[in-house]
């Protein structure tokens, strides 16, 4: 399995963006799938997550402006990003757990100007 993710950039706060994890394979509708982020000088948290049957969860510091989703049909997994801020900064990783093993994509950078 690889996850390729796209859609980073430089952005000013209040601004959006979409990223985009596609998966290779053929076992990706039933995956739980999931972005994460690394800001500068911290650890990787977890930002949403999303079931195979579409249930999803959000980290506080985003719910009302992250949203994640799925296309199935694609095999990939989107991250709406609105009212982006300064702290939102980092790499964004997507995840997918696929036959009980956990694969990360190569991250992408999402830069938010004040």
């Known amino acids: 399995v690889q996850l390729q993710a796209s859609g980073g950039g430089l952005v000013q706060a209040g601004g959006s963006l979409r990223l985009s994890c596609a998966a290779s394979g053929n076992i990706f509708s039933s995956a739980p799938m999931g972005w994460a982020r690394r800001a500068p000088g911290k650890q990787r948290e977890s930002v949403a997550a999303i079931t195979g049957g579409g249930s999803t969860n959000y980290a506080d510091s985003v719910k009302g402006r992250f949203t994640i989703s799925r296309d199935n049909a694609k095999n990939t997994v989107y991250l709406q990003m609105n009212s982006l801020k300064p702290e939102d900064t980092g790499v964004y990783y997507c995840?997918?757990?696929?036959?009980?093993?956990?694969?990360w994509g190569q991250g992408t950078l999402v830069t938010v100007s004040s």
């Open positions: 995840s997918g757990l696929f036959l009980g093993y956990a694969y």
